[in-house]
């Protein structure tokens, strides 16, 4: 979780344009996977604004 949030604010912009592309390339196999990094990202943001 540390290096996660060292992370989210170094790459919060890169982090989100990627989340775009990786489900529009496999959105039946990352579906899960994205979705549970959006949540992690929906909570980091709230917290951030």
């Not at 989100?16 to 990786?22: F, M």
């Not at 489900?23 to 980091?44: F, G, H, I, L, W």
Request: aromatic share 0%.
């Amino acid at each position: 979780m540390e290096v996660d949030n060292d992370d989210d604010s170094d790459s919060s912009d890169d982090s989100e344009e990627e989340s775009e592309e990786e489900p529009a390339k496999t959105p039946q196999r990352k579906v899960k996977d994205v979705e549970m990094v959006d949540a992690s990202k929906s909570a980091k943001k709230a917290v951030i604004i």
